[in-house]
C-alpha cells in the first residue's frame, strides 16, 4: 500500500489573519518582526484554503494512500474541522508533533472527544529527533543549555511511518 508524510502548510492558517486576530501568544509579536512571513500580507501566494484543497483533491484521486498529516494536517486550530476530514479520508491519520499549544486553547472537551474517538488515528512524534545531534529544546543560544536525548534514553517507543503502516492497531 503507497504511504506518504504530507507536511503542508508549515505556514498554519494564522499565516493568514491580520495581527489582531492571532490567537497563539508570540505570533503577533513574531509577524510584526517578520512581515516577510506574514502571508496576509502577500496576496499573491496560493491561500490556505487554497493549499488545503489541493491535498484534499489529492486525496479524493488517491483513495488507497495512507497519509500522515504532520502537525495535525494543518488544521490544529480546530479539531472540529480536521474530524471532518478524518471522516472523509479514512485512510488519513495526524501527528501532533509541535502544536500542543492550538489543542491548549481549543475548549476542553471537544479536545477530549477528538482524541477519544480519532485515538487510532493520532500519532505522536517531534520535531526535535533523535541522535548525536537532537536537541530538547528549540534553541542552542546558551551552549550546553539542551540536553542531547537518543533513542535508549527515550521512556517511550519511537514508532516510524513503517511502523504505522504494517500495523494499524497503532
Known amino acids: ?17 491580520p495581527i489582531d486576530s492571532m490567537t497563539v501568544p508570540g505570533d503577533s509579536s513574531y509577524f510584526t518582526n517578520n512581515p516577510q512571513h506574514h502571508m496576509y500580507l502577500h496576496p499573491e501566494y496560493p491561500s490556505y484554503e487554497a493549499q488545503l484543497d489541493a491535498r484534499d483533491n489529492m486525496l479524493t484521486k488517491h483513495p488507497d494512500l495512507i497519509f500522515v498529516g504532520a502537525h495535525l ?45 480519532y485515538e487510532d488515528r493520532l500519532l505522536y512524534g517531534t520535531d526535535i529527533g533523535v541522535g548525536a545531534h537532537a536537541y530538547i529544546c528549540p534553541t542552542t543560544a546558551v551552549p550546553n543549555a539542551c540536553p542531547v536525548i537518543s533513542s535508549s534514553s527515550m521512556r517511550a517507543p519511537i514508532f516510524t511511518l513503517t511502523d504505522f503502516v504494517s500495523s494499524p492497531s497503532l
Open 1 to 17: 500500500m503507497p504511504a506518504t508524510i504530507g507536511h503542508l502548510l508549515e505556514a498554519f492558517k494564522r499565516w493568514w489573519l
Open 73 to 117: 494536517g494543518s488544521l490544529e486550530w480546530n479539531v472540529a474541522e480536521l474530524a471532518k476530514r478524518l471522516d472523509r479520508f479514512p485512510n488519513m491519520a495526524v501527528d501532533i508533533a509541535a502544536r500542543m499549544n492550538h489543542l491548549q486553547i481549543q475548549d476542553r472537551s471537544t479536545v477530549r472527544e477528538f482524541f477519544i474517538n
